[in-house]
């Protein structure tokens, strides 16, 4: 009788890359739920807990960012610091405003503060969203 195949551990660097590949082929932000259901459809098992050891080391390396205001993740956008988020679709735009976080780092030291990372996040409704609302009434 044989005995079932041995679960194999991957690498963190594999794991890394099955979870940058589904937020890269993604439309929009994914909860760590998603992604463990998409890299299970890809025929990889993944357990919740590796996908928030590696979306933490994913973050700690600014390659991936959470959207706090939907619980989810998607891939860095380099240049950016602000997220605009529908509050309907759930859609999201990134902007860069560099003047924005000048003037964060230059009044943290007044509050003994020192910044290390951010994006600003500002709900709203998407020009889809707002033309629904406004077609409906």
Request: hydrophobic content about 40%.
């Amino acid at each position: 009788m044989r005995s079932p195949p041995a679960l194999t551990r991957r690498r963190c660097a594999e794991n890394d890359a099955l979870i940058l590949d589904v937020l890269r082929e993604a439309n929009g932000p994914l909860s760590a739920y998603d992604i463990a259901d998409r890299v299970a459809a890809k025929g990889n098992r993944v357990v919740p807990t590796q996908v928030y050891r590696t979306l933490a080391r994913l973050i700690q390396q600014q390659t991936v960012v959470r959207i706090e205001t939907l619980n989810a993740y998607i891939v860095h956008q380099a240049a950016a610091n602000i997220c605009l988020v529908c509050r309907d679709c759930h859609m999201i735009e990134f902007v860069e405003l560099p003047g924005i976080r000048r003037t964060i780092v230059e009044a943290a030291p007044t509050t003994h503060f020192e910044v290390l990372s951010g994006l600003i996040e500002a709900q709203g409704q998407c020009i889809d969203c707002r033309s629904a609302h406004h077609g409906a009434a």
